[in-house]
């Protein structure tokens, strides 16, 4: 499992997991797994980066690992 930021830039932004699941079209229970650090795909990292309003390239600042 890998440690994310994903809960703390929600919060940051006062967004609930059911508004970044509606804006992401993801289940608010996708968002808990990936908060706990488990893993996801790709595509749904794609979806909450672009809910949270962050550039695809900016996806280290939510899920770390900057490459």
């Known amino acids: 499992m890998t440690k994310n930021s994903l809960k703390r830039v929600r919060e940051s ?3 609930s997991k059911a508004e ?3 804006k992401a079209n ?3 229970i996708t968002i ?3 908060e ?3 893993p996801c795909r790709m ?3 794609r979806k909450i980066l ?3 309003g962050y550039k695809i390239s900016d ?3 939510v899920f770390g690992n900057k490459k």
């Open 59 to 61: 996806h280290y600042k």
């Open 20 to 22: 970044l699941g509606r």
């Open 50 to 52: 672009l809910a949270l």
């Open 43 to 45: 595509e749904t990292k």
């Open 13 to 15: 932004l006062l967004m």
């Open 26 to 28: 993801i289940s608010p």
């Open 36 to 38: 706990n650090g488990l």
């Open 32 to 34: 808990t797994r990936i």
